[in-house]
């Protein structure tokens, strides 16, 4: 869900109250914004839209979960979606060139895992585990409804080395949805995902010297 997208949704989803004749409060406006970050516009309208014509469930107010699994099953099925992309763009394309996924998620994942070159130099008798460690995290990040920041391409062996050297490189292989990958390619930062600061000695020696106030750590006697 893009940023421009909060006054057409607040729109919606004061049409899906009224039409159920509920009270649309502010916290529960941000509760459904947190909810459907992942999702399109479009996509979020039309689950809304299913959910209130379904014989089962449409005569009662939907939930965040009872959208959010409409649209992308349970956490479980998107992770292992998620994987089967990851497996097949390991397998047909390897570590040596840059890859961009459709999904930013995986993107984040990866990168937590320690980028796109380890990943396409497991042996294949670890791939179960590597397979796990990526549903985990996936699924952790799916739970959370949450948009983290991630890397806009996942840098291949090709890359890194005409980086090093000072030479251009060719574009990256777009994984799964072409136009959906754009979008992840231009969504992404370069910005360090984990801020790293390094203190000046005069810095470190002032942060550790002994308050006044402070008093004397003793440890008790044990008897």
Known sequence: MHPN????FKALMQGVYDFYNKALSTYTLSIWWQAMQPFDLAAAAEAFGRHCINPDTGQFLPKPADIVRM???TTQ???LIAWSKVDRAVRAVGPYQSVVFDDALIHRVLYEMGGWIPLGSKPEDEWPFVRNEFVNRYRGYRMRSETPHYPPVLMGLFEAQNTLAGFPSDPPVLIGDAQAAKRVLAGGTHTPLLALTRLTPDEAVKLR????????MIAPRLR
């Open 5 to 8: 997208n909060a006054a057409p």
């Open 209 to 216: 010297a002994p308050h006044p106030s402070h008093e004397p």
């Open 71 to 73: 649209l992308g099953g």
């Open 77 to 79: 099925d998107a992770a």
